[in-house]
């Protein structure tokens, strides 16, 4: 479906955790069950996001701002790019400002190190966040998953749905996220496979607690 206009879509930012859910209650107990160093995670919510920034905004459209604003709420950017939010505790003040606990996208079922993404800063940072990122180049993530230097983002970012967006909300968002309280906050390096990750993270609603 089409997010624009005509068709708003309804945003459901739990129902990745079902499969979880299942891969829990089927588990082996015994000691070599590998989930033995994973817990469950309290399923995150969808978040509040920022109020723009008056003297940032006021280079856009107001229209164009707030449906930004409305548009990255319902599309529940802020449930992973804020720092706690995948365990279920989001930092207050921080929405929208990256996330040090990243995700797995290859099986930590499989391998004891998997490779693991960090959510970025979407606030307009210029050495942590999108400060120095054009409208353009905001909208080539969300429409095409093409990163700065041309290569192509993990589907962990959802661009493969995103794609569908008009082009008019793409923008709106890119305007939205310029739009916002810059906040400082360098999220970890990502994590290729077959090295170990040195914070938390979650994986099909499970996340790894550190020794």
Not at 47 to 53: E, F, G, H, I, Q
Not at 106 to 124: E, F, H, I, K, R
Not at 147 to 176: C, Q
Not at 197 to 207: D, M
């Amino acid at each position: 479906m089409t997010v624009g206009e005509d068709y708003p879509m309804k945003n459901y930012p739990a129902l990745w955790l079902i499969p979880a859910a299942i891969l829990i209650l089927s588990a082996c107990t015994g000691p070599t069950n590998p989930l033995a160093e994973y817990n469950p995670v309290t399923p995150p919510t969808a978040l509040t996001v920022p109020t723009p920034d008056p003297a940032r905004a006021s280079a856009y459209d107001a229209d164009t701002v707030e449906r930004g604003q409305y548009l990255v709420e319902l599309l529940g950017c802020a449930s992973c790019h804020t720092d706690g939010a995948l365990l279920g505790r989001p930092s207050e003040g921080a929405h929208l400002s990256g996330s040090n606990i990243g995700i797995a996208y290859t099986n930590p079922l499989a391998s004891a190190n998997p490779g693991v993404v960090y959510p970025g800063n979407l606030t307009p940072d210029k050495a942590t966040g999108l400060g120095d990122w054009s409208d353009d180049d905001i909208v080539a993530v969300l429409m095409r998953g093409e990163g700065r230097s041309g290569h192509r983002l993990l589907p962990v970012m959802p661009w493969t749905a995103y794609n569908r967006l008009h082009e008019k909300d793409a923008y709106a968002i890119a305007a939205y996220l310029h739009s916002l309280p810059a906040v400082k906050h360098e999220v970890p390096d990502n994590v290729t496979p077959g090295r170990k990750a040195g914070t938390p993270y979650v994986h099909v609603g499970l996340y790894y607690r550190k020794d």
